[in-house]
């Protein structure tokens, strides 16, 4: 207890190091020829894409800028491992007991069992040997620090510990060799001692230090906090593990947001995951006109994509399917963008289906999507839980407009898009997009180009005819069976969906300005002239 550990230069922390070599050499021989132990972090979502959590024994490091979390998720760690029963210590170099204590009682959580010793000047300035005296880091004798440190930790024998931050340590090196050499020595002792730790860097460091990643190199994992500020809308958070020696785990990029409680983690949705046995089956909407043009209906695990101007009828057509779905006994998840959920009710009463009660009974799982305050791996993560075990069977997104603007500027819609399409096909869910196009009649823009990655299009347009604006229905595509390949007109009513006969008398229907070719009479809602009445293009039956 009353040896001393030197810094840099001296014996002190080898000798530290060499103490607990023969317990600690046999163990970690054997543990290269086996699964490394893990730990839990505390947080589910980065156990998740840590595959179990940790390496035990081994020392980690924390990186981000200021305000990304690193000290929430540190406390997090050591929390779970005193609810686990384990020793734990925070040795804080910046911050004092008082603040991080206010950190705690912010997220809810109170420090009881966690040892927490402060090293910041803020500290010393309350010791006796202190007497009035401010020291500058650079000015403080590193010996002294790592003294104080080890001092705590034999104490204390930690399973896990927290070193907050390396920046404080790096000013008192005052060079990258002495940091490295500082940073090793610690590595070193904490690995033979059998303790989980972790190392919190706040990436302040300027000048030549600033791009000094020996500390990654030295470090067993490396777990990289970034935090990105939008043009509008709340700060986006990423996480990703840089590095995991000997381990797996799930590379790139995770959303995660930063909350009373602690970081909630967003591992991005991985198709190849996930497989689910189901039945292929067309799933009608109950209009036989639109099911005819479908083949049947909507095949289950497909995606649909539904594209046409503004107020064609999208969000009708996937209200009406969403409805046919819950009628069947089959729970519907509702992802609305730009609508809010009281025009969904309106229209789905319009359709003689009340959306509402279905909503109070969990037969529809509605959700109203901001688009400034939702990232797009939580929107994923709330799409996967709708889906889960005994959860929807069809999820309509309406619509990719406001998921694109959720996806914010240099963010890859597509690949996100398609790995979230795929998870949800493997899953047996059937999937409506709804796009809405740019332009009315004639030339019609779309803002994406999304078509290759659904299984079926269905288009609707308008169009000109006999002095009125109609609408016009068809399905472009169908990857998993035939379809009908014919343009019907479609008419909303306040009875609900009519589709009428394929426009056969009309030559250009999908540009909107068609030309007239047959008799009008065979149009929805127009009166059949005389002469052609029971003709060969007259009024047909409407479904």
């Keep these: 207890m009353g040896e001393s550990v030197a810094g840099p230069g001296s014996s002190g922390l080898s000798r530290l190091a060499s103490r607990t070599a023969a317990v600690q050499i046999a163990p970690a021989m054997s543990g290269l020829l086996q699964t ?6 505390g947080i589910a979502g980065l156990d998740e894409i840590l595959h179990g959590g940790l390496p035990v024994r081994r020392l980690h490091l924390v990186q981000g800028e200021p305000g990304t979390g690193k000290t929430t998720l540190a406390l997090q760690f050591l929390l779970e491992g005193v609810r686990r029963g384990e020793a734990c210590l925070y040795v804080t170099l910046a911050e004092s007991a008082e603040e991080l204590a206010e950190v705690a ?28 005296t401010l020291f500058h880091p650079a000015e403080v004798e590193l010996h002294d620090t790592i003294e104080a440190l080890f001092s705590a930790v034999r104490r204390r024998h930690p399973a896990r510990a927290v070193i907050d931050s390396l920046s404080e340590l790096r000013l008192l090196s005052q060079n990258a060799w ?6 090793l ?72 947001a930063i909350r009373r409680g602690g970081l909630v983690l967003f591992p991005r949705v991985l198709a190849a995951r996930s497989d689910r046995v189901f039945t292929r ?53 509702l992802f609305a963008f730009e609508e809010n959920l009281g025009l969904y009710q309106a229209k789905s009463a319009a359709l003689g289906w009340d959306l509402a009660d279905a909503m109070r009974r969990g037969q529809v799982e509605a959700h109203q999507v901001d688009p400034a305050q939702l990232s797009p791996g939580q929107f994923s993560h709330l799409v996967a839980a709708s889906v889960s075990p005994g959860g929807a069977r069809l999820v309509v997104i309406d619509s990719l407009n406001g ?57 609707l347009r308008y169009f000109e005819a006999a002095g009125r604006v109609r609408q016009a ?49 065979a149009m929805l809602g127009q009166p059949p002239h005389p002469e052609a009445a029971g003709g060969q293009n007259g009024p047909g039956p409407c479904a």
Excluded at 234 to 249: E, N
């Design 36 to 41: 490394p132990s893990r730990c839990s972090t």
């Design 105 to 132: 009682r912010s997220h809810g959580w109170s420090l009881e069992g966690l040892h927490v010793h402060a090293l910041s000047e803020f500290e010393a300035l309350e010791s006796p040997d202190a007497q009035n």
């Design 178 to 183: 002495g940091y490295r050499r500082q940073v």
């Design 185 to 256: 020595g610690l590595k070193v002792a904490f690995d033979r001692l059998g303790c989980t730790t972790l190392l919190v860097d706040d990436l302040t460091a300027t000048g030549a230090q600033a791009l000094d990643r020996q500390v990654e190199s030295v470090a067993h994992g490396v777990i990289a906090l970034r935090r990105v500020e939008p043009a509008y809308g709340t700060a986006r958070f990423r996480l990703s593990v840089r590095k995991l020696r000997g381990s797996d785990f799930s590379a790139g990029a995770h959303d995660y």
């Design 281 to 333: 089956e067309p799933i009608p909407c109950g209009i036989a006109g639109i099911d005819r043009l479908l083949g049947g209906g909507l095949d289950r695990g497909t995606s649909t994509l539904v594209l046409g101007p503004a107020g064609a009828g999208k969000s009708t057509l996937a209200l009406t399917f969403a409805g046919a779905v819950a009628r069947g006994g089959e729970r519907v998840a």
């Design 403 to 459: 998921y694109s603007r959720a996806m914010q500027a240099g963010e890859d819609l597509n690949l996100q898009l398609h790995e979230l399409l795929a998870y949800l096909a493997q899953h047996g869910v059937t999937t409506l997009l709804v796009l809405a196009q740019q332009g009315y009649l004639g030339q019609i823009e779309s803002p994406l180009d999304l078509t290759y990655l659904a299984d079926a299009v269905v288009v």
């Design 473 to 521: 229905i068809s399905v472009a595509k169908k990857r998993s069976g035939d379809h009908e390949r014919t343009i019907r007109e479609l008419e909303f009513t306040a009875a609900g969906l009519r589709v009428g006969e394929p426009l056969t008398g009309f030559r250009g229907v999908l540009t909107g300005v068609p030309e007239f070719v047959g008799n009008a009479a």
